[in-house]
């Protein structure tokens, strides 16, 4: 890409983010959003559901049903209206281990939704928008411990194909360096014929990537290419000749990576959890200079240092502000943005996050998908949805994003769990 056109890009960044659109509304019989919220330029937003008990990922089937993932409740189904309203909804699965997960086949009839600990599938009828109430146990033997969200995405050209992500079992899980631990990783799974009591997620499946600390976002661009979005490490330190010092505040950054063609297996290490990827070399330039998106070890030593890091593992496509906690993610129609829904932080003094992002993508001379901007960069998304004034947020006072799925006309529903409230927003 030549750089007149980065330039014109992040221009564009700089401006769509100090520009702001008019605040939303909410549909009828549906409650005032409980907080303010701005678009971008071009963008607008409604409210059309509310208390919904901590609604976590979702997707649209055939008829544009809203089947959304309530922790500690199940799977409800929620039928529209024209502009995107709830009209009215029901209590699919009664199931108080569904945490987060959930997809369609391609073709809509196996329906997949996840626990802590495993993957189950129903047949689904996208005329009815009812289940058998027989689930098949699909993948088990997950940890329940740690990070407890199990992503699910089956490639839109490969049915017989299920991706799970698996995070880590705590904030350093120093095991999972070796990818037979079966944490911190994304694994693939044939579903075309799955065996009495399913796969066993440690032992069983193959990779699409390890070292990955809790890659909650998980994304096919145009080319069936899988891409994910990682939360990164809190309380992180550097220590340099028995010196320690606090670099948590804006380090590590977290990541988008690219993990490829899920159908053969990817035994890349992506770093995590000695590899830790640059976002303010500020905090760090006490020893040696870095740029952002480098990777870095909190303790270097002579037989593994930041210079190991570039040798060894796969860095970041690209890199955002430190624990704004990216969870769901979802590519528009034309494969040119990337939209990413950013939780929130907790692990920082002021508060980032809270807020849905879009990253524009581009296609390269040969045909790959890529940021248009560079894995450098502090200017690669731009804000879409986001709160007056971020750095004042917490889980009682603004939105906190976590699914994303786009409608047949383009509009991407947001859910936000810890209001309970669900999003529409629309372009033009």
Known sequence: MKT??????????????????????????????????????????????????????????????????????????????????????????????????????????????????????????????????????????????????????????????????????????EETSDARTARAIVKVFNVSSVPMGGWNYISQGWNAGFGLRNEVGLAFDGNNMLWGVENSADNLARTINGT??????????????YLGDVTVPNDDWYGYPVCFTVWNPTELSFDRAFKVGQQFVQVPTSSFNDETCAQVSVPPVLSFQAHSAPLGCKFDAKFSNLFVAMHGSWNRDMPTGYKVVAVPFAQGPDGAYAPTAASW?????????????????????????????????????????ASGEVFLLSQG
Request: proline share 6%; aromatic share 6%.
């Open 4 to 173: 007149s056109r980065v330039t014109t890009l992040l221009l564009t960044v700089a401006t769509t983010i100090t520009s702001s659109h008019a605040l939303g509304s909410s549909c009828p019989n549906i409650p005032d959003p409980l907080y303010p919220y701005k678009t971008a330029p071009g963008w607008s937003y409604l409210k059309v559901g509310g208390g919904l008990h901590s609604p976590r990922d979702l997707v649209l089937d055939g008829k544009g049903r809203l089947l959304i993932i309530e922790e500690g409740l199940g799977l409800s189904q929620h039928i529209v209206d024209a502009n995107g309203c709830i009209t009215n909804s029901r209590l699919l699965i009664s199931d108080p281990d569904l945490n987060h997960g959930i997809c369609l086949s391609a073709d809509g009839k196996i329906l997949y939704a996840s626990s802590s600990s495993s993957v189950f599938s129903w047949t689904y009828d996208a005329v009815s928008g009812d289940v058998d109430q027989d689930p098949v146990l699909v993948v088990s033997g997950m940890a329940t411990s740690g990070h407890v969200t199990r992503t699910l995405a089956v490639p839109p050209h490969r049915d017989d194909l299920l991706v799970v992500s698996h995070g880590s079992d705590r904030n350093i899980d």
């Open 244 to 257: 320690t010092t606090d670099v948590h505040a804006d380090n590590p950054a977290e990541e988008l990576n």
């Open 377 to 417: 960069s502090v200017r690669g998304s731009i804000d879409v949805f986001y709160p007056p004034d971020e750095t004042a947020c917490s889980s009682e006072t603004c939105v906190r994003p976590v699914g994303l799925a786009f409608d047949g006309a383009g509009r991407l529903y947001v859910t936000s769990d």
